[in-house]
Protein backbone atom coordinates (compact mmCIF):
# COMPACT_ATOMS: atom_id res chain seq x y z
CA UNK A 1 0.00 0.00 0.00
CA UNK A 2 2.81 2.41 1.12
CA UNK A 3 5.00 1.61 -2.20
CA UNK A 4 1.62 2.34 -4.83
CA UNK A 5 1.17 5.80 -2.57
CA UNK A 6 5.03 6.69 -3.48
CA UNK A 7 4.68 5.45 -6.77
CA UNK A 8 1.34 8.01 -7.30
CA UNK A 9 3.33 10.89 -5.63
CA UNK A 10 6.16 10.22 -7.76
CA UNK A 11 4.06 9.99 -11.08
CA UNK A 12 1.77 13.15 -10.42
CA UNK A 13 5.38 15.15 -10.09
CA UNK A 14 6.53 13.91 -13.43
CA UNK A 15 3.68 14.62 -15.00
CA UNK A 16 3.61 18.54 -12.96
CA UNK A 17 7.31 18.53 -14.45
CA UNK A 18 6.45 17.53 -18.27
CA UNK A 19 3.27 19.67 -18.84
CA UNK A 20 5.34 22.29 -17.15
CA UNK A 21 8.17 21.58 -19.54
CA UNK A 22 5.47 21.83 -22.23
CA UNK A 23 4.27 25.25 -21.14
CA UNK A 24 7.22 26.48 -21.84
CA UNK A 25 8.69 25.27 -24.85
CA UNK A 26 4.93 26.04 -26.42
CA UNK A 27 5.51 29.37 -25.85
CA UNK A 28 2.29 29.76 -23.44
CA UNK A 29 3.84 31.70 -20.99
CA UNK A 30 4.69 35.02 -21.82
CA UNK A 31 8.10 36.18 -22.14
CA UNK A 32 7.44 39.90 -23.29
CA UNK A 33 8.35 42.83 -21.46
CA UNK A 34 4.87 44.32 -22.21
CA UNK A 35 3.01 40.75 -20.65
CA UNK A 36 1.60 41.13 -17.12
CA UNK A 37 3.12 38.50 -15.15
CA UNK A 38 1.41 35.76 -13.79
CA UNK A 39 0.98 34.92 -10.19
CA UNK A 40 3.20 31.74 -10.00
CA UNK A 41 6.23 34.23 -11.59
CA UNK A 42 5.35 36.99 -9.29
CA UNK A 43 5.09 34.57 -6.10
CA UNK A 44 8.53 32.94 -6.97
CA UNK A 45 10.72 36.30 -7.84
CA UNK A 46 9.35 37.96 -4.74
CA UNK A 47 9.90 34.98 -2.11
CA UNK A 48 14.13 34.86 -4.15
CA UNK A 49 14.05 38.09 -3.50
CA UNK A 50 13.07 38.26 -0.23
CA UNK A 51 15.42 35.45 1.22
CA UNK A 52 18.16 36.32 -0.09
CA UNK A 53 17.93 39.84 1.48
CA UNK A 54 17.06 38.68 4.73
CA UNK A 55 19.91 36.38 4.25
CA UNK A 56 22.63 38.79 2.57
CA UNK A 57 21.48 42.78 2.86
CA UNK A 58 23.49 44.27 5.97
CA UNK A 59 21.25 44.61 9.08
CA UNK A 60 23.61 47.19 10.87
CA UNK A 61 23.34 50.97 11.23
CA UNK A 62 24.64 52.89 7.80
CA UNK A 63 28.32 53.99 8.00
CA UNK A 64 27.66 57.28 5.92
CA UNK A 65 25.88 59.51 8.95
CA UNK A 66 22.57 61.98 7.93
CA UNK A 67 24.69 65.75 6.99
CA UNK A 68 23.66 67.84 4.69
CA UNK A 69 26.80 66.90 2.56
CA UNK A 70 26.25 62.71 2.53
CA UNK A 71 22.55 63.57 1.32
CA UNK A 72 23.63 65.94 -1.07
CA UNK A 73 26.05 63.44 -2.32
CA UNK A 74 23.59 60.75 -2.76
CA UNK A 75 21.29 63.02 -4.74
CA UNK A 76 24.03 64.11 -7.27
CA UNK A 77 25.04 59.57 -7.16
CA UNK A 78 21.08 59.64 -7.90
CA UNK A 79 20.70 61.97 -10.78
CA UNK A 80 23.87 60.61 -12.68
CA UNK A 81 23.04 56.78 -12.20
CA UNK A 82 19.24 56.14 -11.47
CA UNK A 83 17.23 59.31 -12.33
CA UNK A 84 17.38 57.84 -15.66
CA UNK A 85 15.30 54.86 -14.74
CA UNK A 86 13.51 55.77 -11.22
CA UNK A 87 12.35 59.14 -12.07
CA UNK A 88 12.89 62.43 -10.46
CA UNK A 89 11.00 64.40 -7.37
CA UNK A 90 8.23 65.03 -9.80
CA UNK A 91 7.68 60.98 -9.28
CA UNK A 92 5.45 58.80 -11.68
CA UNK A 93 5.36 61.57 -14.49
CA UNK A 94 9.26 61.64 -15.17
CA UNK A 95 9.32 58.17 -15.99
CA UNK A 96 11.00 58.03 -18.70
CA UNK A 97 10.16 55.86 -22.44
CA UNK A 98 12.77 53.56 -21.05
CA UNK A 99 11.34 52.72 -17.54
CA UNK A 100 7.81 52.71 -18.85
CA UNK A 101 8.96 49.92 -21.58
CA UNK A 102 10.80 47.85 -18.88
CA UNK A 103 9.56 44.72 -17.21
CA UNK A 104 9.28 44.79 -14.58
CA UNK A 105 8.60 48.58 -14.16
CA UNK A 106 11.20 50.46 -12.10
CA UNK A 107 9.33 52.05 -9.00
CA UNK A 108 9.50 55.85 -9.40
CA UNK A 109 10.56 56.11 -6.61
CA UNK A 110 9.50 59.82 -5.51
CA UNK A 111 5.80 58.41 -6.00
CA UNK A 112 6.30 54.44 -4.65
CA UNK A 113 9.41 55.68 -2.37
CA UNK A 114 11.35 53.02 -0.47
CA UNK A 115 11.70 55.23 2.74
CA UNK A 116 10.49 52.45 4.64
CA UNK A 117 13.08 49.86 3.61
CA UNK A 118 16.13 49.11 5.81
CA UNK A 119 19.05 51.38 4.57
CA UNK A 120 21.30 47.79 4.40
CA UNK A 121 18.43 46.25 2.17
CA UNK A 122 18.60 49.44 -0.21
CA UNK A 123 22.25 48.74 -0.12
CA UNK A 124 22.35 45.43 -1.37
CA UNK A 125 20.02 46.07 -4.34
CA UNK A 126 22.26 48.62 -5.29
CA UNK A 127 25.21 47.12 -5.09
CA UNK A 128 24.25 43.28 -6.54
CA UNK A 129 21.15 44.58 -8.56
CA UNK A 130 17.98 42.34 -8.91
CA UNK A 131 18.40 39.16 -11.30
CA UNK A 132 15.69 39.04 -14.42
CA UNK A 133 14.91 43.44 -14.31
CA UNK A 134 16.68 46.06 -15.21
CA UNK A 135 18.03 46.64 -11.82
CA UNK A 136 22.07 46.14 -12.84
CA UNK A 137 24.80 45.79 -9.96
CA UNK A 138 26.63 49.11 -9.32
CA UNK A 139 29.45 47.14 -7.48
CA UNK A 140 31.73 47.75 -10.47
CA UNK A 141 30.90 51.31 -10.60
CA UNK A 142 30.52 52.86 -7.54
CA UNK A 143 32.57 52.02 -4.53
CA UNK A 144 30.63 50.75 -1.08
CA UNK A 145 30.88 54.55 0.37
CA UNK A 146 28.52 56.05 -2.44
CA UNK A 147 26.41 53.18 -2.54
CA UNK A 148 25.86 53.88 1.21
CA UNK A 149 25.12 57.33 0.54
CA UNK A 150 22.72 56.57 -2.16
CA UNK A 151 20.64 54.23 0.22
CA UNK A 152 21.16 57.65 2.79
CA UNK A 153 18.89 59.73 0.68
CA UNK A 154 16.87 57.00 -0.26
CA UNK A 155 15.77 56.43 3.29
CA UNK A 156 15.58 59.98 3.67
CA UNK A 157 14.08 61.57 0.36
CA UNK A 158 10.62 62.17 1.86
CA UNK A 159 11.97 64.16 4.67
CA UNK A 160 14.90 66.61 3.63
CA UNK A 161 16.34 69.25 5.14
CA UNK A 162 15.95 72.60 2.68
CA UNK A 163 19.15 72.31 1.21
CA UNK A 164 18.86 68.55 0.14
CA UNK A 165 15.74 69.13 -1.20
CA UNK A 166 16.56 72.06 -3.05
CA UNK A 167 19.22 69.56 -5.01
CA UNK A 168 16.49 66.86 -5.33
CA UNK A 169 13.80 68.75 -7.04
CA UNK A 170 16.54 69.98 -9.39
CA UNK A 171 16.96 66.63 -10.55
CA UNK A 172 16.35 65.81 -14.19
CA UNK A 173 16.06 62.52 -16.21
Not at 133 to 141: E, H, L, Q
Amino acid sequence: MARGFIAGILSAIVVALVVAYLLLQSGYLPANADAEPGGLELWAANTSLGATLRREAPSGPNPVSLTDDHLLAGIKLYAQHCAFCHGTAAGDPSATPLAKGEYPRPPQLATDGVEDDPEGVSFWKIKHGIRLTGMPAWSSALTDQQIWSLALFLKHMDKLPPRAQAAWAQVKN
